[in-house]
Protein backbone atom coordinates (compact mmCIF):
# COMPACT_ATOMS: atom_id res chain seq x y z
CA UNK A 1 0.00 0.00 0.00
CA UNK A 2 2.28 2.33 1.39
CA UNK A 3 2.06 5.90 -0.34
CA UNK A 4 -1.47 4.95 -1.62
CA UNK A 5 -3.08 4.69 1.74
CA UNK A 6 -5.22 7.09 2.74
CA UNK A 7 -3.92 9.87 5.00
CA UNK A 8 -6.16 9.88 7.99
CA UNK A 9 -6.17 12.24 11.22
CA UNK A 10 -4.12 10.95 14.20
CA UNK A 11 -6.06 10.36 17.08
CA UNK A 12 -5.08 11.94 20.39
CA UNK A 13 -4.37 8.78 21.93
CA UNK A 14 -1.56 9.99 23.99
CA UNK A 15 -3.96 10.66 26.99
CA UNK A 16 -3.94 9.02 30.24
CA UNK A 17 -6.66 6.21 30.52
CA UNK A 18 -7.69 4.61 33.28
CA UNK A 19 -6.20 1.16 34.20
CA UNK A 20 -7.66 -1.93 35.57
CA UNK A 21 -4.92 -4.29 35.50
CA UNK A 22 -2.07 -3.06 37.35
CA UNK A 23 0.46 -5.02 36.08
CA UNK A 24 3.39 -5.70 37.76
CA UNK A 25 6.15 -4.02 36.55
CA UNK A 26 8.94 -6.06 37.29
CA UNK A 27 12.61 -5.47 38.05
CA UNK A 28 14.41 -6.60 35.49
CA UNK A 29 18.18 -6.40 35.06
CA UNK A 30 19.55 -4.33 32.82
CA UNK A 31 22.06 -6.41 31.13
CA UNK A 32 19.01 -9.25 31.08
CA UNK A 33 16.85 -6.63 29.19
CA UNK A 34 19.29 -5.60 26.62
CA UNK A 35 20.10 -9.08 25.55
CA UNK A 36 16.41 -9.96 24.85
CA UNK A 37 16.13 -6.80 22.56
CA UNK A 38 19.16 -7.73 20.96
CA UNK A 39 17.83 -10.88 20.42
CA UNK A 40 14.48 -9.48 19.18
CA UNK A 41 16.31 -7.37 16.71
CA UNK A 42 15.74 -8.34 13.23
CA UNK A 43 18.84 -9.08 11.39
CA UNK A 44 17.83 -9.05 7.98
CA UNK A 45 15.36 -6.11 7.28
CA UNK A 46 16.37 -2.15 7.69
CA UNK A 47 15.11 -1.57 10.59
CA UNK A 48 12.87 1.75 9.28
CA UNK A 49 11.33 -0.45 6.75
CA UNK A 50 9.91 -2.74 9.36
CA UNK A 51 8.66 -1.05 11.84
CA UNK A 52 6.78 1.06 8.86
CA UNK A 53 5.48 -2.40 8.06
CA UNK A 54 4.31 -3.53 11.38
CA UNK A 55 2.82 -0.64 12.58
CA UNK A 56 -0.82 0.65 11.94
CA UNK A 57 -0.74 3.94 9.48
CA UNK A 58 -1.36 6.47 12.25
CA UNK A 59 0.86 4.68 14.36
CA UNK A 60 3.15 4.77 12.08
CA UNK A 61 3.34 8.42 11.99
CA UNK A 62 2.61 9.25 15.84
CA UNK A 63 5.40 7.03 17.21
CA UNK A 64 7.74 9.56 15.40
CA UNK A 65 6.11 12.47 16.71
CA UNK A 66 4.57 11.77 20.12
CA UNK A 67 6.15 12.47 23.38
CA UNK A 68 4.43 10.63 26.65
CA UNK A 69 2.61 7.48 26.22
CA UNK A 70 0.52 6.18 23.84
CA UNK A 71 -2.43 3.56 23.95
CA UNK A 72 -1.31 0.34 21.59
CA UNK A 73 -2.10 -3.17 20.53
CA UNK A 74 -0.19 -5.60 20.27
CA UNK A 75 -0.90 -8.57 18.18
CA UNK A 76 1.47 -11.79 18.78
CA UNK A 77 1.76 -15.11 17.40
CA UNK A 78 0.09 -18.09 19.42
CA UNK A 79 1.57 -18.89 22.31
CA UNK A 80 3.57 -16.29 22.88
CA UNK A 81 1.39 -13.41 24.67
CA UNK A 82 2.58 -14.35 28.42
CA UNK A 83 5.99 -13.72 27.40
CA UNK A 84 5.33 -10.71 25.33
CA UNK A 85 3.31 -8.82 27.64
CA UNK A 86 6.24 -9.54 30.65
CA UNK A 87 9.26 -8.04 28.11
CA UNK A 88 6.32 -5.16 26.96
CA UNK A 89 6.12 -4.43 30.58
CA UNK A 90 10.09 -4.32 31.61
CA UNK A 91 9.88 -1.41 28.67
CA UNK A 92 7.66 0.62 30.77
CA UNK A 93 4.46 -0.39 29.30
CA UNK A 94 1.41 -1.05 31.43
CA UNK A 95 -1.22 -3.85 30.63
CA UNK A 96 -4.91 -2.43 30.24
CA UNK A 97 -6.49 -5.28 28.88
CA UNK A 98 -5.89 -9.16 27.43
CA UNK A 99 -7.49 -9.86 24.61
CA UNK A 100 -6.87 -13.94 24.48
CA UNK A 101 -9.24 -14.62 21.89
CA UNK A 102 -7.30 -13.21 18.83
CA UNK A 103 -3.54 -13.25 20.90
CA UNK A 104 -3.56 -9.21 21.65
CA UNK A 105 -3.36 -6.80 24.61
CA UNK A 106 -3.81 -3.49 24.74
CA UNK A 107 -1.09 -1.17 26.43
CA UNK A 108 -0.53 1.78 27.57
CA UNK A 109 3.48 2.81 26.32
CA UNK A 110 6.13 5.26 26.00
CA UNK A 111 5.77 6.19 22.60
CA UNK A 112 9.41 6.17 22.33
CA UNK A 113 8.98 2.36 23.04
CA UNK A 114 6.96 1.52 20.37
CA UNK A 115 9.74 1.08 17.99
CA UNK A 116 11.63 -1.35 19.91
CA UNK A 117 8.01 -3.25 20.95
CA UNK A 118 7.53 -4.10 17.27
CA UNK A 119 10.93 -5.80 17.21
CA UNK A 120 10.12 -8.04 19.69
CA UNK A 121 10.20 -11.43 19.26
CA UNK A 122 6.63 -12.48 18.54
CA UNK A 123 5.01 -9.52 17.84
CA UNK A 124 3.10 -9.72 14.22
CA UNK A 125 1.66 -5.92 14.66
CA UNK A 126 1.41 -3.01 16.42
CA UNK A 127 -1.69 -1.16 16.31
CA UNK A 128 -3.36 2.50 17.59
CA UNK A 129 -5.75 1.87 20.07
CA UNK A 130 -8.08 3.44 17.95
CA UNK A 131 -11.05 5.49 18.24
CA UNK A 132 -14.30 4.38 17.36
CA UNK A 133 -17.40 6.05 16.60
CA UNK A 134 -21.20 5.59 15.90
CA UNK A 135 -22.52 9.18 14.95
CA UNK A 136 -25.55 9.02 13.66
CA UNK A 137 -26.58 12.26 10.52
CA UNK A 138 -28.46 14.96 11.04
CA UNK A 139 -31.27 15.22 8.71
CA UNK A 140 -34.57 17.22 7.92
CA UNK A 141 -37.34 15.60 6.44
CA UNK A 142 -40.06 13.23 6.79
CA UNK A 143 -39.77 10.16 9.08
CA UNK A 144 -39.56 6.68 7.71
CA UNK A 145 -43.69 5.21 8.59
CA UNK A 146 -43.85 1.85 6.94
CA UNK A 147 -40.78 0.44 7.92
CA UNK A 148 -42.59 -3.22 8.61
CA UNK A 149 -44.77 -3.00 5.28
CA UNK A 150 -41.87 -1.95 3.01
CA UNK A 151 -40.06 -5.11 4.86
CA UNK A 152 -42.95 -7.62 3.63
CA UNK A 153 -43.43 -8.39 7.71
CA UNK A 154 -47.34 -6.61 7.51
CA UNK A 155 -49.99 -8.87 7.15
CA UNK A 156 -50.34 -10.72 10.32
CA UNK A 157 -47.04 -12.13 10.37
CA UNK A 158 -46.21 -11.46 13.73
CA UNK A 159 -49.15 -12.72 15.34
CA UNK A 160 -48.85 -16.26 13.23
CA UNK A 161 -45.19 -15.82 11.99
CA UNK A 162 -41.72 -15.27 13.68
CA UNK A 163 -40.68 -12.34 16.08
CA UNK A 164 -37.59 -13.39 16.84
CA UNK A 165 -38.76 -15.52 20.21
CA UNK A 166 -35.73 -16.92 22.22
CA UNK A 167 -33.38 -15.25 19.63
CA UNK A 168 -30.61 -13.35 21.84
CA UNK A 169 -28.59 -10.03 20.17
CA UNK A 170 -25.54 -8.16 21.35
CA UNK A 171 -25.88 -4.53 20.54
CA UNK A 172 -22.42 -3.50 21.17
CA UNK A 173 -23.11 -0.06 21.51
CA UNK A 174 -23.25 3.16 23.50
CA UNK A 175 -25.86 1.20 25.75
CA UNK A 176 -29.51 0.74 26.39
CA UNK A 177 -31.70 2.64 28.63
CA UNK A 178 -34.40 1.15 30.07
CA UNK A 179 -37.16 2.10 28.24
CA UNK A 180 -39.61 -1.00 29.10
CA UNK A 181 -39.60 -1.48 24.88
CA UNK A 182 -37.03 -4.04 24.69
CA UNK A 183 -36.10 -7.64 26.91
CA UNK A 184 -32.67 -6.50 28.15
CA UNK A 185 -31.31 -10.14 29.14
CA UNK A 186 -27.74 -8.94 30.81
CA UNK A 187 -25.88 -5.68 30.32
CA UNK A 188 -22.17 -5.44 30.94
CA UNK A 189 -20.48 -1.60 31.04
CA UNK A 190 -17.37 -2.00 29.14
CA UNK A 191 -16.25 1.58 29.80
CA UNK A 192 -16.47 1.16 33.56
CA UNK A 193 -13.81 -1.55 34.41
CA UNK A 194 -14.10 -3.27 38.26
CA UNK A 195 -12.68 -5.96 40.12
CA UNK A 196 -9.55 -6.86 37.74
CA UNK A 197 -11.40 -7.24 34.69
CA UNK A 198 -12.55 -4.19 31.97
CA UNK A 199 -15.45 -4.57 32.22
CA UNK A 200 -18.97 -4.16 35.16
CA UNK A 201 -20.62 -7.49 34.73
CA UNK A 202 -24.27 -6.72 35.52
CA UNK A 203 -24.95 -3.38 35.28
CA UNK A 204 -27.61 -1.19 35.49
CA UNK A 205 -28.83 -0.56 31.88
CA UNK A 206 -27.71 2.93 30.90
CA UNK A 207 -26.98 5.08 27.75
CA UNK A 208 -26.01 8.61 27.98
CA UNK A 209 -25.84 9.10 24.44
CA UNK A 210 -28.91 7.56 23.45
CA UNK A 211 -28.03 5.73 20.08
CA UNK A 212 -27.43 2.20 21.29
CA UNK A 213 -31.37 2.79 22.77
CA UNK A 214 -32.65 3.72 19.07
CA UNK A 215 -30.04 0.63 17.44
CA UNK A 216 -31.96 -1.58 20.29
CA UNK A 217 -35.66 -0.15 19.79
CA UNK A 218 -35.32 -0.99 16.04
CA UNK A 219 -33.94 -4.69 16.85
CA UNK A 220 -36.93 -5.45 18.92
CA UNK A 221 -38.55 -2.95 20.50
CA UNK A 222 -42.28 -3.61 20.51
CA UNK A 223 -43.43 0.06 19.79
CA UNK A 224 -45.05 0.38 23.36
CA UNK A 225 -46.55 3.72 23.94
CA UNK A 226 -46.81 4.47 20.00
CA UNK A 227 -49.43 1.79 20.02
CA UNK A 228 -47.10 -0.26 17.95
CA UNK A 229 -46.70 2.19 15.70
CA UNK A 230 -42.86 2.69 16.09
CA UNK A 231 -42.34 -1.14 16.70
CA UNK A 232 -38.94 -2.98 16.16
CA UNK A 233 -38.40 -5.92 13.77
CA UNK A 234 -38.03 -8.52 15.71
CA UNK A 235 -40.31 -7.90 19.34
CA UNK A 236 -39.74 -10.89 20.31
CA UNK A 237 -35.84 -10.95 20.68
CA UNK A 238 -34.29 -10.11 24.01
CA UNK A 239 -31.30 -7.68 24.29
CA UNK A 240 -27.52 -7.76 25.50
CA UNK A 241 -26.59 -4.53 25.87
CA UNK A 242 -22.10 -4.38 25.54
CA UNK A 243 -21.62 -0.57 26.20
CA UNK A 244 -18.61 0.70 24.54
CA UNK A 245 -19.42 4.11 23.48
CA UNK A 246 -19.71 7.37 26.17
CA UNK A 247 -22.03 10.30 26.32
CA UNK A 248 -20.83 11.84 22.86
CA UNK A 249 -20.54 8.73 21.44
CA UNK A 250 -16.85 7.75 21.42
CA UNK A 251 -15.38 4.72 22.74
CA UNK A 252 -12.00 2.65 21.70
CA UNK A 253 -11.18 -0.38 19.78
CA UNK A 254 -9.78 -2.30 23.20
CA UNK A 255 -13.13 -2.23 24.40
CA UNK A 256 -15.10 -3.25 21.70
CA UNK A 257 -12.69 -6.16 21.79
CA UNK A 258 -13.41 -6.94 24.69
CA UNK A 259 -17.05 -6.84 24.28
CA UNK A 260 -16.47 -9.40 21.52
CA UNK A 261 -14.21 -11.45 23.71
CA UNK A 262 -17.18 -11.30 26.16
CA UNK A 263 -19.76 -12.09 23.69
CA UNK A 264 -17.76 -15.50 22.41
CA UNK A 265 -17.25 -16.66 25.93
CA UNK A 266 -20.29 -16.19 27.17
CA UNK A 267 -22.62 -17.23 24.41
CA UNK A 268 -24.10 -20.41 25.61
CA UNK A 269 -24.60 -19.02 28.73
CA UNK A 270 -26.66 -15.89 27.22
CA UNK A 271 -28.29 -17.91 23.95
CA UNK A 272 -26.47 -15.32 22.25
CA UNK A 273 -26.87 -15.66 18.28
CA UNK A 274 -26.25 -12.37 17.03
CA UNK A 275 -24.03 -9.19 17.57
CA UNK A 276 -24.88 -5.72 16.15
CA UNK A 277 -22.34 -3.16 15.55
CA UNK A 278 -23.31 0.03 14.95
CA UNK A 279 -19.87 1.43 15.10
CA UNK A 280 -16.16 1.50 13.47
CA UNK A 281 -13.15 3.82 12.42
CA UNK A 282 -11.31 3.99 9.40
CA UNK A 283 -9.36 1.18 7.74
CA UNK A 284 -5.78 1.82 9.01
CA UNK A 285 -4.63 -1.22 7.68
CA UNK A 286 -5.13 -4.60 5.96
CA UNK A 287 -7.85 -6.61 7.48
CA UNK A 288 -5.74 -9.59 8.33
CA UNK A 289 -3.81 -7.15 10.92
CA UNK A 290 -6.74 -5.08 11.88
CA UNK A 291 -6.98 -6.15 15.70
CA UNK A 292 -11.08 -5.14 15.18
CA UNK A 293 -11.62 -7.41 12.01
CA UNK A 294 -9.79 -10.15 13.72
CA UNK A 295 -12.40 -9.98 16.85
CA UNK A 296 -14.73 -10.21 14.53
CA UNK A 297 -13.92 -13.08 12.37
CA UNK A 298 -13.66 -15.08 15.85
CA UNK A 299 -16.70 -14.27 17.12
CA UNK A 300 -18.60 -15.15 13.26
CA UNK A 301 -16.28 -18.76 13.91
CA UNK A 302 -17.28 -19.32 16.96
CA UNK A 303 -21.08 -19.44 15.68
CA UNK A 304 -22.48 -15.95 16.34
CA UNK A 305 -23.82 -13.93 13.49
CA UNK A 306 -22.08 -10.31 13.27
CA UNK A 307 -23.90 -7.65 11.86
CA UNK A 308 -21.68 -4.56 10.86
CA UNK A 309 -22.56 -0.60 9.70
CA UNK A 310 -21.07 0.07 6.37
CA UNK A 311 -20.26 3.36 7.48
CA UNK A 312 -21.36 7.11 6.43
CA UNK A 313 -18.65 8.20 4.02
CA UNK A 314 -20.13 7.66 0.85
CA UNK A 315 -19.41 11.08 -0.14
CA UNK A 316 -16.89 14.05 0.60
CA UNK A 317 -19.14 16.65 2.84
CA UNK A 318 -16.90 19.59 1.43
CA UNK A 319 -18.12 18.98 -1.89
CA UNK A 320 -20.82 16.39 -1.91
CA UNK A 321 -19.45 14.43 -4.13
CA UNK A 322 -20.18 10.63 -3.49
CA UNK A 323 -17.06 8.02 -3.80
CA UNK A 324 -15.90 5.16 -3.09
CA UNK A 325 -13.81 2.70 -0.71
CA UNK A 326 -15.52 4.21 2.33
CA UNK A 327 -16.21 1.09 4.37
CA UNK A 328 -14.86 1.68 8.07
CA UNK A 329 -13.13 -1.37 10.14
CA UNK A 330 -14.60 -3.76 10.86
CA UNK A 331 -17.07 -3.38 7.82
CA UNK A 332 -14.05 -4.83 5.62
CA UNK A 333 -14.28 -7.75 8.09
CA UNK A 334 -15.09 -10.78 5.44
CA UNK A 335 -17.35 -12.94 7.02
CA UNK A 336 -19.35 -9.92 8.91
CA UNK A 337 -22.20 -8.84 7.46
CA UNK A 338 -21.57 -5.56 6.29
CA UNK A 339 -24.64 -3.35 5.72
CA UNK A 340 -25.48 0.34 3.92
CA UNK A 341 -28.57 2.19 3.99
CA UNK A 342 -31.24 2.94 2.18
CA UNK A 343 -33.64 5.85 1.99
CA UNK A 344 -37.32 3.51 1.19
CA UNK A 345 -38.78 7.62 0.33
CA UNK A 346 -41.66 6.60 3.46
CA UNK A 347 -43.37 4.36 1.11
CA UNK A 348 -43.82 0.66 1.24
CA UNK A 349 -43.23 0.07 -2.49
CA UNK A 350 -39.75 -1.07 -3.26
CA UNK A 351 -39.78 0.49 -6.43
CA UNK A 352 -38.61 4.04 -5.30
CA UNK A 353 -35.99 3.06 -3.06
CA UNK A 354 -32.37 4.75 -3.83
CA UNK A 355 -29.31 4.51 -1.53
CA UNK A 356 -28.24 7.64 0.20
CA UNK A 357 -25.34 9.85 -0.74
CA UNK A 358 -23.63 8.72 3.44
CA UNK A 359 -23.80 5.12 2.94
CA UNK A 360 -19.95 3.83 2.52
CA UNK A 361 -19.37 2.32 -0.86
CA UNK A 362 -16.92 -0.50 -1.12
CA UNK A 363 -14.30 -1.95 -2.00
CA UNK A 364 -12.88 -2.11 1.65
CA UNK A 365 -9.25 -0.21 1.75
CA UNK A 366 -6.06 -2.39 1.28
CA UNK A 367 -7.58 -5.63 0.78
CA UNK A 368 -10.23 -4.71 -2.47
CA UNK A 369 -13.52 -6.70 -0.50
CA UNK A 370 -16.90 -6.19 -2.58
CA UNK A 371 -18.84 -4.09 0.26
CA UNK A 372 -21.80 -3.70 1.81
CA UNK A 373 -23.14 -7.24 1.43
CA UNK A 374 -26.60 -5.57 1.60
CA UNK A 375 -28.56 -2.03 2.47
CA UNK A 376 -31.13 -1.89 4.45
CA UNK A 377 -33.59 0.48 4.85
CA UNK A 378 -31.94 2.90 7.37
CA UNK A 379 -32.66 6.65 6.71
CA UNK A 380 -35.02 8.89 8.90
CA UNK A 381 -35.82 5.52 11.14
CA UNK A 382 -38.11 6.42 14.69
CA UNK A 383 -37.11 4.41 17.54
CA UNK A 384 -36.60 4.48 21.33
CA UNK A 385 -34.90 7.17 22.70
CA UNK A 386 -34.12 8.28 26.63
CA UNK A 387 -35.20 12.32 26.50
CA UNK A 388 -32.13 12.67 28.58
CA UNK A 389 -29.70 11.08 26.40
CA UNK A 390 -27.44 13.37 24.54
CA UNK A 391 -29.47 12.77 21.47
CA UNK A 392 -33.02 12.35 22.67
CA UNK A 393 -32.26 15.94 24.35
CA UNK A 394 -32.14 16.92 20.66
CA UNK A 395 -35.78 17.88 20.29
CA UNK A 396 -35.43 18.35 16.27
CA UNK A 397 -35.81 14.69 16.33
CA UNK A 398 -38.22 14.23 18.22
CA UNK A 399 -41.75 12.09 16.50
CA UNK A 400 -43.12 11.10 19.67
CA UNK A 401 -42.66 11.60 23.07
CA UNK A 402 -43.99 9.38 25.87
CA UNK A 403 -42.86 10.16 29.17
CA UNK A 404 -39.89 10.90 30.98
CA UNK A 405 -38.08 7.50 30.48
CA UNK A 406 -39.03 7.43 26.37
CA UNK A 407 -39.19 8.86 23.60
CA UNK A 408 -39.32 7.92 20.02
CA UNK A 409 -36.66 9.82 17.76
CA UNK A 410 -35.73 10.19 14.07
CA UNK A 411 -32.28 9.21 12.87
CA UNK A 412 -30.22 8.09 9.98
CA UNK A 413 -27.05 6.36 9.10
CA UNK A 414 -25.64 2.60 7.94
CA UNK A 415 -26.47 2.40 11.97
CA UNK A 416 -30.03 2.07 11.51
CA UNK A 417 -29.80 -0.05 8.41
CA UNK A 418 -27.66 -2.37 10.56
CA UNK A 419 -30.18 -3.03 13.14
CA UNK A 420 -32.70 -3.18 10.94
CA UNK A 421 -30.41 -5.83 9.50
CA UNK A 422 -29.66 -7.86 13.04
CA UNK A 423 -33.83 -7.95 13.60
CA UNK A 424 -34.16 -9.75 10.24
CA UNK A 425 -31.18 -12.24 11.50
CA UNK A 426 -33.47 -12.78 14.09
CA UNK A 427 -36.75 -13.40 12.80
CA UNK A 428 -34.96 -15.88 10.26
CA UNK A 429 -33.06 -17.62 13.28
CA UNK A 430 -36.26 -18.09 15.10
CA UNK A 431 -38.29 -18.85 11.71
CA UNK A 432 -35.84 -21.43 11.35
CA UNK A 433 -36.19 -23.08 14.32
CA UNK A 434 -40.15 -23.34 14.53
CA UNK A 435 -39.70 -24.88 11.14
CA UNK A 436 -37.27 -27.35 12.42
CA UNK A 437 -37.12 -29.79 15.77
CA UNK A 438 -33.63 -30.81 15.34
CA UNK A 439 -30.66 -28.59 17.00
CA UNK A 440 -28.71 -27.94 14.34
CA UNK A 441 -28.27 -24.26 13.67
CA UNK A 442 -28.32 -21.85 10.82
CA UNK A 443 -24.80 -20.89 10.38
CA UNK A 444 -23.50 -17.30 10.08
CA UNK A 445 -22.21 -17.89 6.35
CA UNK A 446 -25.62 -19.59 5.37
CA UNK A 447 -28.00 -16.27 6.59
CA UNK A 448 -25.81 -14.42 5.21
CA UNK A 449 -26.26 -16.02 2.24
CA UNK A 450 -30.16 -15.95 2.70
CA UNK A 451 -30.14 -12.45 3.14
CA UNK A 452 -27.88 -12.01 0.41
CA UNK A 453 -29.90 -14.43 -1.99
CA UNK A 454 -33.15 -12.74 -1.58
CA UNK A 455 -32.42 -9.45 -1.54
CA UNK A 456 -34.09 -7.00 -4.41
CA UNK A 457 -32.22 -5.20 -6.71
CA UNK A 458 -32.11 -1.38 -6.39
CA UNK A 459 -32.14 0.05 -10.05
CA UNK A 460 -29.31 2.37 -11.65
CA UNK A 461 -27.28 1.42 -8.64
CA UNK A 462 -23.78 -0.18 -8.58
CA UNK A 463 -22.21 -3.64 -6.67
CA UNK A 464 -20.12 -1.51 -4.83
CA UNK A 465 -22.99 0.38 -3.11
CA UNK A 466 -25.67 -1.97 -2.78
CA UNK A 467 -23.72 -4.82 -2.27
CA UNK A 468 -26.08 -7.74 -3.53
CA UNK A 469 -28.88 -5.92 -2.95
CA UNK A 470 -31.85 -4.37 -1.00
CA UNK A 471 -32.44 -6.72 2.23
CA UNK A 472 -35.80 -8.29 2.20
CA UNK A 473 -37.29 -9.70 5.15
CA UNK A 474 -40.09 -11.60 3.96
CA UNK A 475 -37.98 -13.53 1.86
CA UNK A 476 -35.27 -13.93 4.02
CA UNK A 477 -37.79 -15.60 6.21
CA UNK A 478 -39.21 -18.22 3.46
CA UNK A 479 -36.23 -19.18 2.38
CA UNK A 480 -34.39 -19.33 5.87
CA UNK A 481 -37.67 -21.55 7.10
CA UNK A 482 -36.83 -24.08 4.26
CA UNK A 483 -33.36 -24.85 5.19
CA UNK A 484 -32.83 -27.76 7.14
CA UNK A 485 -29.61 -27.38 8.49
CA UNK A 486 -28.79 -30.76 9.81
CA UNK A 487 -28.94 -32.54 5.90
CA UNK A 488 -25.73 -33.89 5.20
CA UNK A 489 -22.88 -32.36 4.15
CA UNK A 490 -23.38 -31.80 0.24
CA UNK A 491 -26.89 -32.92 0.16
CA UNK A 492 -29.44 -30.72 -0.62
CA UNK A 493 -30.99 -29.13 2.55
CA UNK A 494 -33.78 -27.24 1.00
CA UNK A 495 -36.04 -27.65 -1.70
CA UNK A 496 -35.99 -24.39 -4.47
CA UNK A 497 -38.13 -22.20 -4.60
CA UNK A 498 -40.39 -22.61 -8.17
CA UNK A 499 -40.90 -18.47 -7.75
CA UNK A 500 -37.85 -16.85 -6.31
CA UNK A 501 -39.90 -13.47 -5.24
CA UNK A 502 -41.83 -11.71 -2.52
CA UNK A 503 -44.71 -9.77 -2.71
CA UNK A 504 -44.28 -6.15 -1.01
CA UNK A 505 -47.20 -4.16 -1.45
CA UNK A 506 -48.67 -4.19 -5.01
CA UNK A 507 -45.53 -5.15 -6.75
CA UNK A 508 -44.04 -9.08 -7.08
CA UNK A 509 -40.47 -8.28 -7.08
CA UNK A 510 -38.08 -10.69 -8.01
CA UNK A 511 -34.83 -12.08 -5.86
CA UNK A 512 -30.98 -10.76 -7.34
CA UNK A 513 -30.29 -14.63 -6.28
CA UNK A 514 -26.73 -13.37 -6.15
CA UNK A 515 -23.80 -13.47 -3.82
CA UNK A 516 -20.76 -10.94 -3.03
CA UNK A 517 -17.99 -13.29 -2.88
CA UNK A 518 -14.57 -12.07 -2.33
CA UNK A 519 -14.62 -9.59 -4.88
CA UNK A 520 -16.67 -11.18 -7.18
CA UNK A 521 -20.31 -11.77 -8.06
CA UNK A 522 -21.58 -14.68 -8.28
CA UNK A 523 -25.22 -16.03 -9.21
CA UNK A 524 -27.47 -19.83 -8.57
CA UNK A 525 -28.98 -22.18 -6.52
CA UNK A 526 -25.73 -22.38 -4.22
CA UNK A 527 -28.07 -21.91 -1.09
CA UNK A 528 -30.39 -25.23 -1.52
CA UNK A 529 -27.14 -27.22 -0.80
CA UNK A 530 -25.43 -27.61 1.87
CA UNK A 531 -21.69 -26.77 0.45
CA UNK A 532 -19.12 -26.26 2.25
CA UNK A 533 -19.17 -22.22 1.50
CA UNK A 534 -22.06 -22.78 4.22
CA UNK A 535 -19.55 -23.96 6.78
CA UNK A 536 -19.02 -22.29 10.26
CA UNK A 537 -15.35 -21.80 9.55
CA UNK A 538 -15.02 -21.23 6.05
CA UNK A 539 -13.88 -17.57 6.14
CA UNK A 540 -16.70 -15.68 3.61
CA UNK A 541 -15.12 -14.90 0.02
CA UNK A 542 -11.88 -17.90 0.33
CA UNK A 543 -11.26 -19.46 -2.80
CA UNK A 544 -12.97 -22.81 -2.28
CA UNK A 545 -14.55 -25.69 -4.27
CA UNK A 546 -17.64 -25.10 -5.50
CA UNK A 547 -18.48 -27.50 -8.21
CA UNK A 548 -21.11 -26.71 -10.69
CA UNK A 549 -23.78 -24.93 -8.57
CA UNK A 550 -22.66 -22.11 -8.97
CA UNK A 551 -22.34 -19.52 -11.97
CA UNK A 552 -19.55 -16.84 -11.43
CA UNK A 553 -19.94 -13.67 -12.88
CA UNK A 554 -17.20 -11.57 -13.85
CA UNK A 555 -14.78 -10.22 -11.21
CA UNK A 556 -16.31 -6.77 -9.73
CA UNK A 557 -14.44 -4.57 -12.30
CA UNK A 558 -12.85 -1.18 -10.41
CA UNK A 559 -13.96 0.53 -14.01
CA UNK A 560 -16.48 2.87 -15.30
CA UNK A 561 -18.54 2.85 -12.50
CA UNK A 562 -16.03 4.19 -9.97
CA UNK A 563 -15.52 7.60 -10.94
CA UNK A 564 -14.87 9.94 -8.77
CA UNK A 565 -14.85 13.24 -10.16
CA UNK A 566 -11.80 12.60 -12.12
CA UNK A 567 -10.57 10.12 -10.01
CA UNK A 568 -10.78 6.60 -10.51
CA UNK A 569 -10.41 3.54 -7.64
CA UNK A 570 -8.26 0.62 -9.04
CA UNK A 571 -7.73 -2.18 -6.21
CA UNK A 572 -5.60 -0.56 -4.00
CA UNK A 573 -4.36 2.78 -5.93
CA UNK A 574 -6.45 5.64 -6.75
CA UNK A 575 -5.76 6.53 -10.56
CA UNK A 576 -5.78 10.16 -11.52
CA UNK A 577 -6.34 10.54 -15.09
CA UNK A 578 -3.30 8.53 -16.64
CA UNK A 579 -0.98 8.73 -13.76
CA UNK A 580 -1.37 7.22 -10.21
CA UNK A 581 -2.88 9.76 -7.46
CA UNK A 582 -1.27 10.07 -4.21
CA UNK A 583 -4.80 10.33 -2.17
CA UNK A 584 -2.77 11.29 1.09
CA UNK A 585 -2.16 14.63 0.58
CA UNK A 586 -5.80 15.62 -1.76
CA UNK A 587 -9.13 15.03 -1.07
CA UNK A 588 -8.92 11.26 0.62
CA UNK A 589 -7.69 12.85 3.67
CA UNK A 590 -10.76 15.26 3.73
CA UNK A 591 -12.88 12.09 4.27
CA UNK A 592 -11.13 10.40 6.20
CA UNK A 593 -11.11 13.29 8.57
CA UNK A 594 -14.27 13.28 9.22
CA UNK A 595 -14.03 10.70 11.54
CA1 LIG B 1 -40.10 2.93 -0.95
New binding site residues.
Partial sequence: MGSHAPQHRHPASHDVAPSFIDAARRPVAASLLAAALMAALPTQAPAGQLVGGLLNQPLSTLSTVVKGSTRVIIRTDRGVLAPVIRLVTALGGRVVAQHAFIDAVTVELPAVQVALVVRLPGVLSVSLDSPVTSAPLVDIGPAES?LVE?LGLDDGLLSTGPDGRGIVVGVIDSGLASTGTYQIRRFVDFTRPANGKPYTDNAQPSDEYGHGTHVGGLIAGNGGGSNGRFRGVAPGASLVGLKVLDATGAGRTSDVLSALEYAVANRDALGLRVLNLSLGHPIYEPAGRDPLVQGVETAVRSGLIVVVSAGNFGCLPQTTRCGYAGITSPGNAPSAITVGSL???????????AIPSYSSRGPSWYDGYAKPDVVAPGHRLVSTISPTSTLGRDRSRVEQSVGPWLAYSRLSGTSMATAVTSGTVALVLDANTRARRSSARLTPNTVKAVLEFTSFDVAGTDALTQGAGALNAAGAIALGRRIDPSAAPGTPWATSVATPSTRIGDDQLPWTQRFVWGDRYAYGDTVYTNGSAWGQTVVWGDAIVWGDALVWGDALVWGDALVWGNALVWGNAIVWGDSTYDPAAQSWANLADVH
Avoid: C, G, P, Q
Fill in positions: HTDTRTTTSRLDD
